[in-house]
């Protein structure tokens, strides 16, 4: 098993940033892949961003592009999500959920490859 712990969301001015992480514990952290979702109300969850073990590999929606940016401290157990030029579409829950299957690499923006997932942490963009 393998729990994940999001933290550092809150409340934030348009144009302003965040950084989230994502603390694994349990199994050892040597996940394929991990991704960061997120769910707005009334929406589907969607991906935003995910990131291979080495972190050789990174991916991005398209709404997020250039704004944020993942990376991984496998060391701490942590992964990150850096936001900058936050904008109040991007409000939601978001999630970090890891993947053990090699199947991410090719489908790491599916919710269906991860296998485990953390609570959420709110990200409430005020403009």
């Known amino acids: 098993q393998v729990q994940l712990v999001e933290s550092g969301g809150g409340l934030v001015q348009a144009g302003g940033s965040l950084r989230l992480s994502c603390a694994a514990s349990?199994?050892?952290?040597?996940?394929?892949?991990m991704g960061w979702f997120r769910q707005a109300p009334g929406k589907e969850r969607e991906f935003v961003s995910g990131?291979?073990?080495?972190?050789?590999?990174?991916s991005y929606a398209d709404s997020v592009k250039g704004r944020f940016t993942i990376s991984r401290d496998n060391a701490k157990n942590t992964v990150y999500l850096q936001m900058i030029s936050l904008k109040p579409e991007d409000t939601a829950v978001y999630y970090c959920?890891?993947?053990?299957?090699?199947?991410?690499?090719?489908?790491?923006?599916?919710?269906?490859?991860?296998?485990?997932w953390g609570q959420g942490t709110q990200v409430t963009v005020s403009s």
């Open positions: 990131i291979s073990w080495s972190g050789g590999s990174t």
């Open positions: 959920a890891a993947a053990y299957g090699r199947s991410w690499y090719g489908s790491r923006t599916l919710k269906e490859v991860y296998d485990y």
């Open positions: 349990g199994r050892t952290f040597s996940s394929v892949g």
